[in-house]
């Protein structure tokens, strides 16, 4: 029995949340009890935040795979598991049952085998939303290798950097992608990348667009080559709970990505746990997340939590905005999708388009709505609840980061009440503080703090891979003995969450992290920059845009020119996804005498704000700010 452990009532919930936190071992050891495991574990929890060393279900034994596919064969195997719609209406979408899914990931393991990967060994994944993807990041689970999924958006420099600090052996890809109306050279940007690659031994390259492309001798071959004659049975390797299942780079508060990692047990069980209860999942539903697999919502909800339920899963090539406004509600009509979970960033812009794109649908599937990646702001969520759920549908605002593994703050659908533009209260088994900037925490309602966890749980960072120390500097060392988010959050007299946004160096760009000082190593890689500064602004469709204050080394004959010389430099080093809003070419930058960049009041003059800038006396050259001011864009 799947999905056995779901909270149906507010009453079951107080109740399950009292017992969460009376005995968190035993309410966990119980929802793990559900899963298909080799081995019991011995031990339900183990933890120090101050390392940290965090264990869960230690010495457990299994493989993910056998509990998102094979547990299902007996009941399920007939069921559809996925389901492709590609970029393009016209082409036709491909469905593939538990049964068919279990036997492509299990071929695509076994060609992973064929070409010398073994468990442990880390696998680049560089691909376009098509179905070969869900099976590849399945077949590294199934042999134990770790896969670092590589959003197809990043850059050839991007990309060598994660598989460099990765040391990963082999690269996954396709010939080109699909994106809206144009189609963009994948294998190129691998080729690109690898020049720099030392650690990596084979490309194994997936057919989408036809493209002759070019296959290095020795390094590179064809999946559809390599498939042939290969058996549909691959044993699952028996890993340990706290094996690593998977890295994820992610933006900090310091130029380089970190790698997070996930291990096998703990994530397993989170990821179900929070996908079956937020979303009150039910056995006849058509589950749609629109996420990347690239990011952590597409590897949780997209393809780990909806197939450990035994769900319906369904994976979208395209846009929201291709080949019109209206795609999204037109796939929710052609498959009848009962839950439906996407990011304020894509209502935004679809807000801005007729509404007949949204109400020449029926919309009548729909159940459920989720919202995840950044702050939902009211205009959104009435708009996403009035005119996608028509008032029938709660809507979830789900809370939660790469580094948690599964949501953490949200209402349970139609089970837990809501409030506009609130994620509302933390899941059983989640402990969440806020405290102040000093860590004393706050206890009473109606405040606002730095958001922290104060007990572990089954998804949690493990490490920042290769670099354990940063894991613990990053998360562990601003407050004593907690977890902390990098977030600010308000709890309002009813003790609902509401998340404000990053508190620390972070912006958060259409629910993209980057880091500031990431995007600046960028634009200082611009031979006529000297320093920049950059920091995020209010921004209507994207949520926060990104502003960049430059210095460069003289004066620009044609501004206009540089600011796009400066753009195609983060493209090259970034991706699309980092470029700037706005460039304001400046000769300083609001320093303090010991040379830290006060950031407040770049954040001001980008906000549009330059009434009250505060005290500007302890700045080197307080003039600069007049002239900053007179510039903004
Ligand atoms: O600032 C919070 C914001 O996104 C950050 C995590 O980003 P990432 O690790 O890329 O994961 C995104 C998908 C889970 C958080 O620190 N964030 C995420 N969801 C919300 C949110 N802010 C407000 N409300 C949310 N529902």
């Excluded at 442990?120 to 399945?138: H, K, N, Q, S, T």
């Excluded at 979970?341 to 159940?367: E, N, Q, W």
């Excluded at 995840?372 to 029938?392: C, D, L, M, Q, S």
């Excluded at 508190?503 to 000297?530: K, L, P, Q, W, Y």
């Amino acid at each position: 029995m799947i999905n056995n452990y779901q909270i149906k009532t507010f009453e079951q919930y107080q109740e399950a949340y009292k017992r969460s936190v009376e005995d968190p071992e035993g309410f966990w050891a119980d929802i793990a009890d559900t899963f298909t495991w080799r081995k019991k574990w011995d031990k339900t929890l183990e933890w120090n935040f101050e390392e940290p060393d965090v264990k869960w279900f230690k010495g457990g034994k299994l493989n993910i795979t056998e509990n998102c596919l094979d547990r299902h064969l007996k009941t399920r195997g007939n069921k559809l598991a996925l389901i492709w719609e590609p970029n393009d209406p016209k082409e036709r979408f491909v469905r593939f049952t538990y049964k068919e899914m279990y036997e492509r990931v299990c071929q695509f393991a076994n060609v992973l085998k064929k070409n010398g990967v073994k468990k442990g060994d880390r696998v680049c994944i560089y691909m376009p939303m098509i179905p070969e993807l869900a099976f590849a990041v399945l077949a590294c689970a199934r042999i134990g290798a770790i896969h670092s999924v590589i959003f197809a958006g990043f850059s050839a420099v991007a990309m060598a950097d994660r598989i460099n600090d990765a040391g990963a052996k082999m690269v996954l890809t396709s010939d080109g992608l699909n994106r809206g109306s144009k189609q963009i050279p994948v294998k190129r940007v691998v080729d690109e990348a690898l020049e720099t690659c030392p650690s990596v031994e084979k490309v194994i390259v997936v057919e989408r667009l036809g493209w002759a492309v070019n296959m290095v001798e020795g390094r590179d071959v064809w999946y559809h080559d390599e498939v042939q004659g290969v058996s549909k049975e691959c044993p699952a390797e028996e890993m340990d709970a706290e094996d690593m299942l998977f890295i994820l780079y992610t933006s900090g508060s310091t130029g380089k990505p970190k790698g997070v990692v996930h291990t096998c047990g703990g994530y397993m069980i989170y990821a179900q746990y929070t996908f079956s209860n937020v979303f009150q999942y039910e056995e006849s539903d058509i589950y749609w997340c629109t996420a990347d697999i690239g990011w952590i919502t597409g590897h949780t909800y997209l393809l780990y939590g909806p197939l450990l339920s035994g769900a319906t899963t369904l994976m979208f090539e395209g846009v929201p905005t291709y080949p019109d406004m209206g795609r999204f509600w037109q796939v929710c009509d052609k498959f009848g999708v009962s839950i439906f979970y996407t990011a304020p960033t894509a209502i935004r812009s679809l807000m801005s388009g007729d509404i007949d794109h949204v109400l020449s649908y029926s919309l009548d599937s729909l159940k459920v709505l989720g919202s995840v990646g950044e702050p939902i702001n009211e205009e959104a969520w009435h708009w996403y609840h009035t005119h996608v759920g028509k008032e029938r549908c709660p809507l979830v605002d789900t809370w939660w980061q790469t580094e948690t593994g599964g949501i953490m703050i949200s209402s349970l659908a139609n089970v837990t009440p809501t409030k506009p533009a609130h994620a509302a209260f933390p899941l059983p088994g989640i402990q969440p503080i806020l405290v102040n900037s000093d860590g004393t925490e706050i206890t009473e309602n109606e405040v606002e703090g730095h958001l922290c966890m104060k007990f572990p749980w089954p998804g949690i960072i493990r490490t920042t891979y290769g670099d354990h120390e940063r894991c613990r500097l990053s998360y562990f060392s601003t407050y004593k003995g907690l977890y902390f988010t990098g977030d600010g959050a308000k709890r309002d007299e009813n003790g609902y969450y509401r998340i404000i946004g990053r508190v620390d160096d972070v912006i958060n760009v259409s629910g993209h992290r980057f880091g500031t000082a990431e995007i600046e190593e960028a634009i200082n890689h611009n031979e006529h920059v000297v320093e920049s500064a950059v920091v995020g602004y209010p921004h209507d469709l994207k949520g926060q845009g990104i502003y960049a204050f430059v210095i460069c080394k003289e004066k620009p004959e044609r501004e206009d020119y540089l600011r796009a010389e400066i753009i195609e430099t983060v493209v090259e080093k970034i991706g699309k996804i980092a470029k700037p809003d706005k460039i304001q070419i400046v000769s300083g930058l609001p320093k303090t005498r010991s040379g830290k960049i006060m950031r407040r009041i770049l954040r001001k003059v980008a906000e549009g704000d330059t009434s009250n800038l505060g005290d500007t006396s302890t700045l080197l050259d307080p003039d600069v700010v007049d002239e900053i001011k007179e510039g903004a864009l």
